[in-house]
């Protein structure tokens, strides 16, 4: 079967698979799906994949002990293709590899992503990187392990086939998928659902810090490095705070922010059906998805709330107007 992956990888005699920073489960699985796959049925190609710091609650999915997480000045490859990254910056400590490779694929699903390698597979019409890199595989090649590692993707990304990105090819995909023999059951459980005692209570306090704004159309939590170090959390630990904001009765749309250096933070902001959060945070040098979207910014918390509250208002109000109209 020939397409654009088995073109950008003709000829290769070894190739670098690369992801994101604080790669999501989305990530994870598309790209352990990949190395999984072209260790079955390209093993002329020395492969290996690059991620910063894999959450161990994606352990059991095959070859996870094979990721490498340090950067190697020393090595320079035929292909390199990178997975779920919108743009070069993504690739952080991992970039060089992109700069120094023969020949770049990039496979993706984000809206903002300009196709920034040599070739690119772009369809933001999918739930998930991971849906994206199934349909360059061979559907009957896809092993068991495979398997696991993209249908765990599509969970992620769709929120268990919960999000608008989920449409019937996607739930097709997963189908297949798990006919392949999967316990979806406990994938979703232990990769989704289940959460540490301290994710609880980091969960817990920002809930407890949460409060609502623009008449309760939109609600905001913010936490700050001391509260992180108090619960003992990491990075890792704040998944699906968002998700948990974003369904509060009344609100249209979710801001949750945590500060990663003194008057640095991340922000991720979903929307229910009215505002585009991808907008907001391109306009301060992030991106995203309609209804999922995150960026950086600097300052306190209540400066970035200020800029971020000002896009999301002309949006509401803009949405108020066309509704009298
Ligand atoms: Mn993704």
Not at 51 to 62: G, Q
Not at 127 to 151: F, G, I, K, P, Q
Not at 267 to 292: L, P, Q, T, W
């Amino acid at each position: 079967m020939r397409n654009q992956l088995t073109e950008a990888l003709s000829g290769a005699e070894n190739a670098v698979l690369l992801g994101h920073i604080h790669p999501d489960g989305d990530c994870i699985g598309a790209s352990l799906g990949l190395y999984n796959y072209l260790k079955e049925h390209m093993p002329q190609i020395s492969v290996e994949l690059y991620l910063d710091h894999p959450a161990d609650k994606f352990s059991y999915l095959a070859s996870f002990d094979e990721i490498q997480t340090t950067y190697d000045p020393e090595k320079r490859f035929d292909v390199c293709i990178t997975l779920d990254a919108s743009d070069t910056e993504r690739l952080e400590m991992f970039y060089p590899y992109f700069e120094t490779a023969g020949r770049t694929f990039c496979i993706d699903h984000h809206r903002t992503n300009r196709g920034f390698a040599q070739e690119n597979c772009i369809r933001p019409d999918a739930s998930s990187t991971s849906e994206v890199v199934y349909t360059l595989m061979d559907e009957n090649a896809v092993s068991r392990e495979t398997a696991e590692c993209l249908y765990t993707g599509i969970i992620h990304d769709t929120g268990v086939f919960k999000y608008s990105s989920a449409t019937r090819a996607t739930m097709e995909i997963a189908g297949k998928l798990m006919e392949k023999g999967l316990d979806c059951a406990k994938i979703i459980d232990d990769t989704f659902y289940r959460k540490t005692y301290i994710q609880n209570q980091i969960l817990g306090r920002a809930l407890l810090e949460s409060f609502l704004l623009m008449d309760g159309r939109c609600i905001f939590s913010g936490l700050r490095k001391k509260d992180l170090e108090f619960y003992g959390a990491d990075t890792n630990d704040l998944d699906g705070i968002i998700d948990q904001l974003r369904v509060t009765e009344g609100v249209e749309c979710a801001i949750f922010i945590y500060e990663t250096a003194i008057h640095e933070y991340k922000i991720s902001m979903r929307s229910n059906s009215i505002v585009d959060v991808s907008k907001v945070a391109e306009y301060f040098g992030g991106g995203g998805h309609i209804r999922a979207a995150g960026c950086r910014m600097s300052g306190t918390i209540y400066d970035v709330l200020n800029n971020l509250s000002k896009h999301i208002e002309i949006q509401l109000d803009a949405h108020g107007e066309a509704g009298k109209a």
